[in-house]
């Protein structure tokens, strides 16, 4: 495995550079220091292999992070790394000059995704800088933007920023799996005046010239939901058909249930990012997207977006069938057959509507329905707060002058969920940028462009001070 490493004064120099050929349209001056250090703990973090189950080493990037703001100017007893299972979550607190002011929350998470070394071209948990990108593991989620919050974080008081409102910084130790420190913690900061959740939005790069076309925030994600279908018969000799056969009537509700089109829907966020992404789509789909945010009921906008698998979930409640099982014996009539529904709420819709609809479409009564979601909650949209719509657009284009900044929704679920669930309004504000093609989170040969870091560096430290001033 071919591994190519830089010198840090070396790349940094050259980041300017690498953001022309990206498109990126920031103003030169940066924060070297601060983008030096995001690489730094970036790979070092990546190098961690932070998976639930043997040999997790959340822990060891929670470490990681702890030194990182300890050596930054924070006080190690403002920062709490607690264990959980075989994970830890991580929370560091910045006191501010008003301690009547509820805190902003920096929200992210440590875990990743399991990734099989032999299925990649590089080995997922050894970073590398190659070509412009730092591929691994987490490079897009999430430890990138970890890194670069942290550097940020330091960077302001490294300059003397003294906020008014208590910042804190937390991260999760198993975001990818069950959730248990994302309720934890939200529970615990229940009190925060709002909450950035640097995993999720980002921008999007032109996939021909590589210029920033815009970037999305996101207010709201859909509900997370698992129903387990069951059939269960007499069983028997296979000699002997009868129409009651477990396998048959399964798929036959599933047949049903993949044909049926929940409601289609829109709420304030999907109508806004509608009506400002149509542009930056084929023609079609921008006249559809603009026909819908007119009128949620224009069928042949529904249909032509129903079509395309990108903007299907856009605009409402979907379900699909992800696993099936069923028998025991090729020459005997099954017994019982399961299968597993997966379906991606839209805001507003309870995962028990949710049930009780595919019922009536899956039409008989043989068929039993449990829900077997494991770590999801429902949850509304976070509100269209001005200040936090003026300090995000500000943070944006101080970075990337003139993109333009669009609302939407996530197709979830995120650590933003127990923070809404608490009543607490979370916002999803990544700033990487990248093309559509080169987007590999939970997949092989992650990477993220290098020419991110300096803008994302002013990004934060704009947002984070704005919100916490």
Sequence with gaps: MKQRSMMRSGLFAG???????????????????????????????????????????????????????????????????????DTVYFIARWPGSDSSLKPLVISGHMDVVEANPADWERDPFTPVVENGYLFGRGATDMKTDGALAISSLIEMKRQGYKPRRDI??????????????????????????????????GGTLNEQTGKPEYFSWTGAEKTYADYELTVTNPGGHSSEPRPDNAIQQLAAALVRIGNYHFKP?????????????????????????????????????????????????????TCV????????????????ATANVNCRIFPGHSPEAIMAELKQVAADPAVSFKDVTVGSVATGPS?????????????????????????????GASDSMWFRHKNVPSYSVSPLFIKNSES????????????NFQPAIKFYITLFTDLSK
């Design 383 to 411: 509100p269209m707060r001005q200040d936090f719509i003026q300090a995000i657009e500000k943070a944006l284009h101080t970075a990337y002058p003139g993109v333009p900044v669009i609302p939407s929704m996530s197709a």
């Design 168 to 201: 804190i910084i937390e991260f999760s130790g198993d975001e990818e799996t069950t959730m248990k420190t994302s309720e934890i913690i939200a529970e615990k900061l229940s009190n925060a005046e709002l909450v950035l959740n640097i995993d999720g939005g």
């Design 15 to 85: 980041i300017a550079l690498l953001a022309v050929a990206a498109g990126a349209q920031a103003a030169p001056a940066g924060h070297p220091q601060a983008e030096a250090q995001a690489l730094d703990l970036a790979k070092k973090s990546i190098a961690m292999r932070s998976v639930r189950g043997e040999g997790n080493q959340t822990a060891q990037v929670a470490e990681l992070y702890k030194q990182a703001l300890i050596n930054g100017g924070f006080d190690p007893k403002e920062i709490t790394i607690t264990p959980v299972d």
């Design 321 to 336: 069938a992800t696993m099936i099982n069923g028998g025991h014996a090729l020459n005997a009539l099954p017994q019982r």
């Design 440 to 451: 590999f989170s939970h997949g092989l040969n992650e990477r993220v462009p290098i020419a």
């Design 265 to 317: 829907e829109l709420n304030d966020l999907t109508r806004a990012y509608f009506q400002a992404a149509a542009k930056y789509e084929r023609p079609e789909i921008a006249e559809a997207m603009r026909a819908f945010a007119a009128n949620p009921q224009d069928e042949k906008a529904i249909a032509t977006l129903r079509a395309d698998p990108a903007f299907v979930g856009r605009i409402g409640t």
